[in-house]
């Protein structure tokens, strides 16, 4: 085999290869609070359960209230093998709704992101 052959070879093994890890992205499979879950106190945290290893450098959430307003928190952190984004909740959330955008890169390098609300109850 030319060099250029074994090039070619080498390059389609590995576009076969990426192509396969492309189903293997992170998605969101459970999260404290859960998606539409109304709880009685605010949460301390945010534990957010992905299907693959997780990037931390990468990986954030932001907590958004009824009117528009960022809730602050703390350093994010993975726990269980990596797949799990914990961010603490700096301070109490008032009674409302949230939205909680996340955005993480697994470590196959493929950047999935997505949102979901819970409610505080008053
Ligand atoms: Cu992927």
């Known amino acids: 085999m030319s060099k250029s052959h074994w090039f070619l070879a080498t390059s389609f093994a590995a576009a076969l290869l990426m192509s396969g890890q492309a189903t293997a992205h992170a998605h969101l499979s459970a999260s404290v609070p859960t998606d539409g879950a109304t709880v009685g106190t605010s949460p ?3 534990d957010l359960h992905f299907s693959e290893e997780l990037n931390l450098k990468f990986s954030g959430i932001k ?3 009824a009117d528009k307003a960022e809730a ?3 350093n ?3 726990t269980d093998s990596g797949k799990t984004l914990v961010v603490p909740v700096s301070a109490a959330l008032p009674a409302g709704t949230y939205t909680v955008e996340w955005h993480v890169l697994s470590t196959d390098g493929h950047k999935t992101s997505g949102s979901y609300s819970f409610n505080v109850k008053p």
């Open 44 to 46: 301390t945290e945010i």
């Open 72 to 74: 602050k928190t703390g």
């Open 76 to 78: 994010a952190k993975l």
């Open 63 to 65: 907590i958004i209230g």
